[in-house]
């Protein structure tokens, strides 16, 4: 047989996972001097991941991305696999027998639990299923969120605690031109919320959402922010962080936060009388030092306990601990958005504790022995933080690794790669898409947007998707 | 709203943020990169991979810096798109150092 990675012995790798890092994975791949097939399985039909189920309707310009991706998978070597589930429908050790190697890019599909009395009651969510719905996630599409009391509490305060906060904060009319699924536009038009409360365990110097989102929280239509000046004064370790020389970041989010703080001005008059200012009917709080202790409630959440809490420590090093000061919140609604963590998949090892797959720079590795074939990129590889772009350098380096190890890779086998994996599916009855189909479903969306003046309207169910292929 | 690069990029040319830009918005010259305006969208990724801060949003360029909205877009019309990381310029730790970063 020809040498691994020429014209007639292909490097054959299946990437399990269509969200970013898949994609820059796939491309890193079909770029390489090497000839290759790739073979991009996805659980639901539509591609994208967390640019489409994640990123915010209302942050239109960063699911542009989607162009380019779009791109990656117009190459001759490139298959699409959508609506398969890896574990249930083709198994890792089957993509392992028809390929040389496995990229798990499945991201981290998972809330962390606050663990504390209550979680569980009514009204008590996760980020992440709230934000899921309102992308149109075909699995999070019959979730019901009630939100009909007038208070709603986040816990976290990192860019999806800011996405959910903000989408609450938001009127329908200035969601209604997003790509929101519908469903959820028409439940937020029945919202009564108008005081949200997000809530992190440490100060506004420690701050975890990045200032671009933060400063939106200025902008909103019917919803003033506010910050209480009192919980703005820093300590010693705190000044000392934002002093750093890195600390340009923070300082920049440390700075909105005070603003926040400042003494709102009159906002101008919206009707008749025109002196009247106008007073914005909501209220978004954004609060430090405080951890939820417990949830209480008959059946349903009523009360959200809080303990406060001080930082100690030096430096960047500094814990929040409990004061044992108790605090009390009436509310109808929480979301816990305090980190997310990947979900184990059949035949291929998992670190329990961090929710990842554990990994040498991208080769995967079980006690700490590297794992001949599996590679895998992006958050299941170095836990939920950065954005889009991150995971490009993320899986390049994880496709540099792959292409050191290609002596390895080659065991003389020969791999039947995307052919078997159609005759898996077809002998399982698998109804999965490839790429072109998948672009008839996108042109649907689009089209059923525009009498809406929306970029698209989701499908929300995978049936209706297939339905049209048929 | 963009993301610009600006003056202390000249020398340096580290090209870190070029490796988590999503949608290949970078160019170059001898000196420098630049971020052509209608390819970027306002990520920010690159904006902490810098090691000399020179890349800012645009609302928050510092004072005296607005110009380089107007020379990132012209220079990435006239320059070429660079995709991957490569060695920073000659003199840039040096130049790093005299900027106090």
Request: aromatic content about 8%.
């Amino acid at each position: 047989m020809s040498k691994l990675g020429s014209a007639d012995n292909r490097l054959k790798v299946a990437i399990v996972g269509a969200g970013p890092s898949g994609f820059y994975a796939a491309d890193a791949l079909i770029n390489s001097e090497l000839k290759v097939e790739v073979n991009l399985l996805e659980k639901l039909c539509a591609p994208y991941g967390l640019v489409r189920t994640g990123v915010a309707p209302d942050h239109p310009l960063i699911k542009k991305s989607i162009e380019k991706f779009a791109l990656m998978a117009e190459p001759e070597e490139f298959n699409y696999f959508g609506n398969v589930s890896v574990g249930e429908d083709i198994t890792i050790d089957d993509l392992k027998e028809t390929h040389h190697a496995v990229i798990v890019t499945m991201g981290a599909e998972t809330d962390r639990k606050l663990g504390i009395p209550g979680e569980d009651l009514k009204g008590s969510h996760t980020a992440t299923e709230f934000v899921a719905w309102y992308n149109g996630h075909p699995e999070y599409r019959e979730r019901e969120f009630d939100l009909s009391h007038e208070t709603a509490v986040i816990i976290g305060q990192g860019n999806v605690a800011a996405d959910v906060a903000r989408i609450l904060s938001k009127t329908v009319d200035e969601l209604k031109f997003t790509d929101i699924s519908q469903h959820a536009l028409d439940v937020l038009e029945t919202s009564k919320v108008k005081n949200i409360y997000i809530v992190g365990r440490r100060g506004p110097a420690q701050g975890a959402m990045t200032s671009k989102e933060l400063k939106e929280f200025g902008e909103l239509w019917d919803c003033d922010t506010f910050v209480d000046p009192e919980e703005v004064i820093l300590n010693k370790a705190s000044e000392d962080e934002l002093a750093d020389r890195n600390g340009r970041a923070k300082r920049k989010i440390y700075e909105l936060f005070c603003d926040y703080a400042q003494p709102k001005k009159p906002h101008k008059a919206r009707q008749f009388p025109w002196t009247k200012p106008y007073v914005k009917p909501r209220q978004c709080h954004i609060q430090f030092l405080r951890s939820p202790v417990e949830l209480k409630g008959n059946k349903k959440l009523e009360k959200v306990i809080f303990e406060k809490n001080a930082l100690s420590g030096d430096p960047f090093k500094q814990s929040a601990r409990g004061t044992g000061e108790l605090e009390e919140l009436d509310a109808g609604l929480l979301f816990r958005s305090i980190g997310y963590r990947g979900v184990p998949l059949d035949g291929v090892p998992f670190h329990d504790a961090w929710g990842v797959i554990p990994n040498e720079k991208g080769r995967v590795t079980k006690d700490d022995v590297v794992v001949p074939q599996l590679y895998t990129a992006g958050w299941i590889k170095r836990g939920p933080s950065g954005i889009i772009g991150t995971n490009k350098a993320c899986a390049n380096e994880t496709i540099a690794e792959l292409m050191q190890d290609i002596e390895k890779l080659d065991d003389k086998k020969e791999k039947l790669g995307n052919k078997k994996i159609h005759e898996i599916l077809d002998a399982k009855k698998v109804r999965y898409i490839n790429f072109i189909e998948w672009e008839v479903i996108d042109k649907h969306e689009v089209e059923n947007g525009k009498p809406k003046g929306k970029p698209r309207e989701k499908f929300t169910y995978t049936d209706e998707m297939l339905g049209l292929l048929t | 709203m963009t993301t610009v690069v600006t003056d202390n990029c000249r020398g340096c040319r580290f090209t870190d943020c070029v490796s988590v830009c999503p949608v290949e918005a970078f160019h170059m010259d001898d000196e420098m990169l630049y971020i052509n305006p209608a390819v970027c969208i306002d990520c920010s990724a690159c904006v902490p991979e810098c090691p000399v801060e020179a890349i800012y949003e645009e609302d928050d360029l510092p004072d005296g810096q607005e110009h380089w909205v107007d020379i990132n877009e012209e220079r990435s019309q006239e320059t070429p798109n660079i995709t991957e990381t490569l060695e920073p310029l000659e003199g840039a730790e040096e130049r790093r150092e005299a900027l106090g970063l």
